[in-house]
């Protein structure tokens, strides 16, 4: 699995997550409190909460949304003076809360917004370096293996074979001789 490009604390619908931009995908787990021990608090007065404590459970997995599937990223500051991150994506997002809808929200300071923003929009057009960079590799061909000059034979060493065909009768003296003149112009 490859490493986030940007990896961003932030709230999604309330509750504390994970925001991780791949240059394929982003992805997001969220951290809460367990419904079943809220409960238990309000029914006990708070009772149990003080002698358990409030503990965070880990959401396991995460909800994903491939860049490919992003159609929008905007941002907006909100009330109190952090910043939304809005991603927009074709299709259904279906959050581990059931939610459905398009899009997916989470919230971060103004600078990781605009980092986010930038990072997001460059993936979406393929103007990432990474994405270049990959895009170059399968552009150009790999490699071949340049194939090393034949050596010509050396002409002493074709006369000695031309002379071996001309004893064995193969060559007609006449022949050996032209052949031999012929080696010997080259040179």
Do not use: C
Request: hydrophobic share 35%.
């Amino acid at each position: 699995m490859s490493e986030p490009l940007l990896t961003l604390q932030s709230s999604i619908e309330g509750s504390k997550a994970n925001v991780s931009i791949y240059v394929d995908r982003v992805e997001w787990t969220r951290q809460g409190f367990s419904p079943g021990k809220l409960m238990a608090g309000v029914s006990t007065g708070g009772l149990s909460l003080l002698a358990t404590g409030l503990h965070r459970k880990d959401t396991t997995g995460s909800d994903v949304i491939p860049i490919k599937a992003i159609t929008s990223v905007t941002t907006q500051r909100d009330w109190f003076g952090q910043f939304t991150v809005r991603i927009i994506a074709s299709g259904t997002v279906v959050s581990k809360s059931g939610k459905l809808g398009n899009s997916i929200e989470f919230d971060v300071s103004r600078e990781d917004a605009e980092i986010a923003k930038d990072l997001l929009t460059q993936l979406m057009l393929g103007k990432h370096p990474s994405q270049q960079a990959a895009a170059r590799a399968i552009e150009q061909p790999a490699p071949t293996a340049v194939p090393s000059p034949q050596r010509e034979p050396d002409t002493v060493e074709q006369i000695k074979k031309l002379a071996e065909l001309r004893d064995a009768g193969i060559l007609s003296d006449d022949e050996f001789q032209a052949k031999k003149a012929d080696l010997l112009g080259r040179m």
